[in-house]
């Protein structure tokens, strides 16, 4: 399985999204969560985003959720970059 999971920097407008193979950890309790917050720590928030069962449908995903916000790949890693709007 693949897990969409998305920091927002609040305070450098920085929002990347990464493609993990295990599902995002809350920063309270450290549970397991396939969508919803995860917490913010240090100025980032973190959301997981959901549970694909290729890495092409969260490639899909990402291209689909972020797609008015110019989202990029960075390099060869499963991690893109998208513009900051403020909301989620």
């Known amino acids: 399985m693949f897990y969409v999971i998305e920091t927002a920097d ?3 407008r920085e929002i990347k999204i990464y ?3 295990e599902p995002g950890r809350t920063n309270v309790g450290h549970k397991q969560l396939i969508n919803g917050w995860l ?3 240090n100025g980032r928030s973190e959301y997981a985003h959901g549970e694909f069962i290729s890495e092409k449908d969260a490639i899909k995903f990402i291209r689909l959720k972020w797609k008015d916000r110019d989202v990029h790949k960075v390099r060869d890693v499963n991690y893109y970059t998208a513009k900051w709007t403020g909301v989620h």
């Open 10 to 12: 609040n305070n450098t």
């Open 19 to 21: 493609i993990s193979p």
């Open 39 to 41: 917490g913010l720590s």
